[in-house]
């Protein structure tokens, strides 16, 4: 698949200047990382610094990790890979790149949605795929689906993500999924028509340009909306949660989540590390840091969140995410989404 392709060069020369045989110095555990360092390293600190374990972070894109990890075969370093998207840990399970978490909490703390099959990822943190909008610009009364940004009524009013945003691919695969190519197909077809030249490639800058009345509303992760009003809480902005009608197919959840790689040198302080990340302690640092849902349901989310029983989620398996990302890839493309 053409998304798989790893391109060795550009790997070479983007992590070159990281001396690989340093990361297994000492009693250590090495983290691939596609979650960003700012909303990781606090935890990781924390971590470190309770155990006495060194933890050695290398950060990233999840895609181009899961590729540096096929690159470096047996070789690689990482001990574990965290990923901000469910689709790129099962991507690297369906490589081999992982291997079960023996882990007998891991049954009992984070539910079967959540985690692979084989138990070779599990889910940490969870984020509702939802609509931002400007508060003095929309009724949210008249909206009850995603798939109702696609119609006329919102042309020139909407900004989306752009068609390289892992959440655009793994939104529409959901979608795919529940209602069928014929769905997808018109939804990807008139957001791109309504948003236009309102294509953003980061989701803060898609909330942004709502508060500011740029435009209407947009589609990001739940998470950014709540950033933006701990920092301005007089913004006219608001969240709206869709598709909870009888028979809708539910809000759209993704998780980051956290694999114990195949070639890992030290299990018992990886599976240290996801104990830990498992805990109640580093659940609520991994969510709240980041104002996502704890996926252990022992730990409650930031009161500044809708609960997480006030909405139901879809129940299409987030494994299914790698399988449905190359065809709805291709379908952006074939589309002309930007």
Excluded: C
């Amino acid at each position: 698949m053409p998304y798989l392709s790893i391109l060795l060069t550009f790997i070479i020369l983007s992590f070159g200047a990281i001396n690989v045989q340093d990361l297994y110095a000492g009693e250590s555990v090495v983290v691939y990382s596609g979650r960003a360092e700012r909303l990781i390293k606090p935890v990781l600190d924390h971590f470190e610094k309770t155990t006495g374990t060194k933890v050695q972070l290398l950060t990233a894109g999840s895609t181009e990790l899961v590729n540096r990890l096929r690159a470096e075969g047996t070789r690689t370093p990482a001990d574990v890979f965290i990923a901000n998207e469910a689709g790129a840990l099962e991507l690297a399970r369906g490589l081999h790149l992982l291997q079960p978490i023996t882990l007998p909490s891991v049954a009992t703390t984070i539910p079967g949605p959540f985690r692979a099959p084989d138990n070779s990822w599990i889910g940490l943190s969870g984020r509702i795929w939802m609509i931002v909008y400007n508060t003095k610009l929309v009724d949210p009364s008249t909206i009850h689906s995603l798939l109702d940004l696609a119609t006329p009524a919102w042309k020139g009013k909407l900004a989306i993500p752009s068609a390289n945003s892992e959440y655009l691919q793994d939104g529409a695969s959901i979608i795919l999924a529940a209602k069928g190519e014929k769905a997808v197909v018109a939804f990807l077809q008139g957001i791109r028509d309504n948003a236009g030249n309102e294509v953003y490639g980061k989701n803060r800058q898609i909330v942004d340009a709502v508060a500011k009345g740029k435009v209407a509303l947009g589609i990001v992760n739940h998470y950014y909306i709540f950033r933006h009003l701990a920092n301005d809480p007089e913004a006219p902005i608001a969240p709206l949660i869709t598709d909870q009608a009888e028979g809708d197919m539910g809000a759209i959840m993704n998780v980051a989540g956290i694999g114990l790689t195949a070639q890992t040198k030290h299990v018992s302080t990886a599976h240290q590390l996801i104990e830990f990340l498992m805990s109640p302690t580093g659940q609520e640092m991994f969510a709240h840091i980041n104002k996502e849902y704890p996926v252990n349901a022992k730990v409650t989310s930031d009161p500044e969140l809708p609960p997480s029983t006030s909405f139901r989620t879809s129940t299409i398996p987030l494994t299914r995410l790698a399988e449905l990302r190359e065809p709805i890839i291709q379908e952006i493309q074939r589309l002309g989404l930007r």
